[in-house]
């Protein structure tokens, strides 16, 4: 990956628990985005968080962002069986451009 | 809502071919990027336009190009098709010069046989 790592790269849970994924990225930046990858299908943009900016909340997603470690973490609370896909996280690289950057990714499988 | 739009999302090419893909931006969005997956890979940047010029480029091989046309859409250009350029290609748009929310296209899938 161009940016940095996702962790844990696989993740299964039980419909109703939590599901935490944590993204680190290596270059200052100014903001960090979420995505949703269903099997072989687009990518749906979930949330954006800002440099400056340390939470963000959009429904069942919960988003921190801590600069100093260059890191970040997505939660879902309340998984559903709709749930399970590949979560990137994705960044700029601080200089102006626009392009992104993509985590490896990881594989969320919400059990029924 | 309007939402970008690929095509074809599915091409089948044989090795040494070319392809071109299409990329109709969101109304009103006026910069386009290239993204591509391989299987099992995290997308990787390869071009982008901002009012039909070249923005920043990232890990796009030689035998490609692209443009932006005057209606905003893109087309990347493929030859010498090889097989590990066997992908999803994505597209996405945003408006706007400022880094902001990307999105995505449905892809294209090539296979290059």
């Known amino acids: 990956s161009q940016q940095g790592e996702e962790d844990p790269q696989a993740l299964s849970i039980q419909e109703g628990e939590n599901a935490t994924m944590n993204c680190s990225y290596k270059?200052?930046?100014?903001?960090l985005q979420w995505y949703r990858q269903n099997s072989g299908r687009g990518l749906v943009h979930l949330i954006l968080?800002?440099?400056?900016?340390r939470e963000k909340h959009s429904g069942r997603l919960r988003v921190t962002l801590d600069t100093s470690k260059k890191s970040s973490s997505l939660l879902i609370t309340a998984s559903r069986a709709a749930d399970t896909a590949s979560y990137f996280c994705?960044?700029?690289?601080?200089?102006?451009?626009?392009?992104?950057?993509f985590g490896t990714g990881t594989r969320l499988t919400v059990i029924p | 809502a309007a939402g970008v739009i690929q095509s074809p999302r599915h091409l089948i090419k044989e090795k040494r071919e070319t392809a071109t893909l299409k990329c109709y931006p969101i109304p009103r969005h006026d910069t386009v990027y290239w993204y591509q997956q391989g299987p099992g890979q995290d997308p990787q940047f390869l071009i982008s336009f901002y009012e039909k010029m070249q923005s920043d480029k990232g890990s796009i091989p030689d035998r490609f190009s692209a443009q932006q046309f005057s209606d905003y859409h893109s087309e990347l250009n493929m030859s010498s098709l090889e097989l590990g350029d066997s992908a999803l290609y994505f597209c996405a748009s945003s408006y706007g010069t400022v880094t902001d929310t990307q999105y995505f296209g449905p892809g294209t899938r090539l296979t290059v046989l």
């Open positions: 270059t200052s930046i100014n903001n």
């Open positions: 994705a960044t700029d690289n601080g200089t102006g451009a626009n392009n992104l950057f």
């Open positions: 968080i800002r440099s400056n900016e």
